[in-house]
């Protein structure tokens, strides 16, 4: 499963992060970092960071199961606003 995250319309609430610790973290106050190809096993709570999600800005292709298993891959970190 592959994951974007519109760096442009992410506000920082954190919504994400607590209900996928694995996958999301805010680094500071308004930086987020996520990791981009997360694991199968992550599919129940990245669907529900996604529908949590108060500005839409989380994408994941692969969420209704045609993604196939992840490796897992680097983070990657938003820009610091």
């Not at 994951?3 to 506000?11: F, G, P």
């Not at 692969?62 to 990657?76: F, I, N, Q, T, V």
């Amino acid at each position: 499963m592959r994951l974007v995250v519109d760096l442009n319309k992410c506000q920082g609430y954190a919504q994400c992060a607590f209900l996928a610790p694995d996958v999301f973290a805010m680094h500071g106050e308004e930086s987020l970092v996520y990791n981009p190809r997360a694991e199968e096993e992550q599919r129940e709570r990245v669907a529900r960071a996604v529908a949590a999600c108060p500005v839409q800005a989380i994408t994941a292709d692969g969420l209704d199961g045609a993604g196939g298993s992840a490796a897992g891959s680097p983070w990657e970190a938003s820009h610091d606003r």
